[in-house]
Structure formats: C-alpha cells, structure tokens
C-alpha cells in the first residue's frame, strides 16, 4: 500500500500557500482529508516561522495604519469590515500552525479540534470577504496590521504559552468586543453582517473553549495549577496586560473561570474597545 501523504506536510503547504482563495481552499482540503483517513499522523515537516501572505494588503506597523474614516461613512465600513476579514486570515494560519507545529506532542483529538477550528476560520474569512466585496472592496484593497503573528512566533516553543495566549487572550477579546460591533452594524441597518458577526461569536465561543480544555490538560499532565500556570504565561508573552470590559458570559460559556482574567488588568487599563479587534478573536499584539 503506497504511504499516505503527512498530515505535517500537508499543513506546512496550507500555511505556505499565499492567495486568499487558494488558502481557503487548502485549509478545508486538510481538515477534510484528515477526517476521511487520507494523511498520516506523521510529523516529518517542519512549519514555517512566517505563513504564506498575498502581495495585498499592504503589512503596516499598527502607528502607520490611516485613519479608519468616520464610523458608518462607506470608508469607515469598509476598513472595519477589512480589518475584521485579515484577523480571519490570520486566525486560519494560527489554527493551522497550532495543529501542525504542536499535533506530534499532543495527539489526535487535539490536531482534529484545531482543523476544524482552522476550517471555521477560513469559513469566517470567505464570508467577510464576500460581504467586503457586496460594498465595493475586496480583501487587500486596503492596508492592514502587520502584528497578527507576533504572539505566534513568540510562543512557537512552548505549546502551553501558546494555548495560554491565542485562544484563551486574543480569541476570548473577540468574544468581548464583537457584540458591541454586532450591535452598530445590526442599527446600521446591515443585516448580513449582523448575521456574520453572529456566526462568529458563536464559532469563536468553541475555539476558545477548546483552547481551555488543552490548556488544562497540558498542565495537569505537567503537575502544574492550570490557573497560575496560565497567569504567568500572560504575564510573560502578553506584557501590556487584559482590557476590560470582559463579556463574562461568554467567556464562562467557553470555560475560562472569571478569577483567571480579572486579576490581569493594570490598574492603568482604559476600557476602550476598538472594532478593529473584534470578530476574528484576534488583538493586535501589543508591541
Ligand atoms: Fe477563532
Ligand atoms: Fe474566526
């Protein structure tokens, strides 16, 4: 029987792969044939340090990002609607990176919990793209932050600093600030974007839920307290320290206990929400 290709390999290549659709296409091809039994559990491929990006749009450290326009001016739809679209395209490689980078050390149930989650997000992206383009964009029309993989690449040694900040930080700050944005574009007027956002939350509740339930798996097989563990993995890999306001009910729904995240907000944190950080889970990172 001729050897099935590598789960690795075929990770490694949908990471690679650069245009928007093709990487759509190549994160749903994966899950997919990782569920119908046509790659290996075999990790023979390293993951690159650095995904495979389009030309556009532009990568732009975030103090260089233009302003945004006013807030339901076509502009100001389109850069939030853009924004929200590249976090989704980030979030695709996080999941796929997540499965392809930590899949060895942590088994079967873990790679599958993570492909979906890489399947959803490139399902979040395809969505925002086409609704951008129902307004006369398409993703790449504008530039966008450049930081997304950061806290990638900061954790890439450690699975439980990984698991500790991109589900369980930048995916649960999602659930904290979509329901404002799904709230103005629902008063905007904009159905099928309410309807999207909607789908999101309730996706991204579940990715950060599986991240939590990784998380504490991997410390308790180190002999480590889940919540201390986690406490000084944030304080680490994420200096600037949670924001608030925190969607509690949301963040309980996906298992992260209240008593973890509230003790992590400086004393100088602001409360602000920007739209920009919403939908996809994914914050900026803060450098
Ligand atoms: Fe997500
Ligand atoms: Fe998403």
New binding site residues.
Partial sequence: MATLPSLSQAINAALLTRQPRAKVMAARKVTRDWRLGRLAFRFDTPMPDAPGRPDAPELLAPNRMPRRGKAGSVRGRLALWHAVAHI?FV?IDLALDMAGRFGAQLGEAFVADFLQIAA??AM?FAMIERHLRGMGGHYGCLPAHSGLWDAAYETRHDVAARLAIVPMVLEARGLDVTPAMLERVAASGDETGAKILQR?LD??VR?VAAGVKHFVARAEASGQPADSLWKSLVQRHFKSGLKKPFNDSARGSAGLPRDWYTGLVPLTSSGNTDPREA???IRPSPR
């Fill in positions: 989704e979030a959803e997000e979040h999101i996706d991204e990715h939908a996809g889970g």
